[in-house]
């Protein structure tokens, strides 16, 4: 894969945290990213919203540079937009920022993700009969225990990162009409078994 080709990633500063960490904001970014171009009508219905919220809140996530006009679509007063970025890198260092409106955006926009992920979840639970057999027989849904430290977490987490990457855009799931767009979540958290 060339450097031109790989996904283009946001890299989470103080600023664009703030512009990105609000629940409605952060479904609008998902929505484009994961279906592509829509107006801000299109999203609210999606999103049981209004379109006067979808609007506001699309032109502050274009504010931020996580969405953008989409030119190729639209007649007259119609405004589509398209995701400008297709992930998003976050910086633990905001956690700890000495500005306590960041560490909220930062504490929120974790909250939201694992939020998301659940529901993400929780939908392929209650639509799975909709789901050839072998699709139910090919997911997976493990919770695993190990004893590490801190260095072993991280490596196993960048391992498993290389791994699925390794996944991404491969030719022989292209064309084929048995593909489907597969979410993978991973969660490496320490916890207490007191």
Excluded: C
């Amino acid at each position: 894969m060339t450097e031109s080709d790989q996904p283009k990633v946001h890299n989470l500063d103080a600023r664009s945290l703030r512009g990105l960490a609000h629940p409605l904001r952060m479904q609008l970014l998902d929505a484009l990213r994961f279906s592509g171009p829509a107006t801000a009508s299109q999203l609210a219905e999606r999103l049981g919203e209004s379109s006067g919220a979808t609007s506001y809140h699309l032109r502050q996530l274009a504010a931020h540079g996580f969405v953008e006009d989409d030119p190729e679509r639209g007649k007259g007063r119609e405004r589509w937009w398209r995701a400008a970025v297709q992930g998003l890198r976050f910086d633990d260092a905001l956690l700890h920022d000495a500005n306590p409106d960041v560490r909220g955006a930062a504490d929120l926009y974790l909250h939201e993700v694992a939020t998301a992920q659940a529901r993400e979840l929780s939908t392929w639970l209650g639509t799975r009969q909709e789901w050839s057999e072998e699709w139910n027989r090919s997911t997976d849904m493990s919770s695993m225990t190990l004893r590490l430290t801190p260095q072993l977490a991280s490596e196993l987490a960048h391992k498993i990162h290389d791994l699925v990457n390794s996944y991404r855009d491969r030719p022989d799931a292209e064309d084929d009409p048995e593909a489907s767009t597969v979410r993978v979540q991973t969660r490496t958290f320490p916890f207490s078994t007191d």
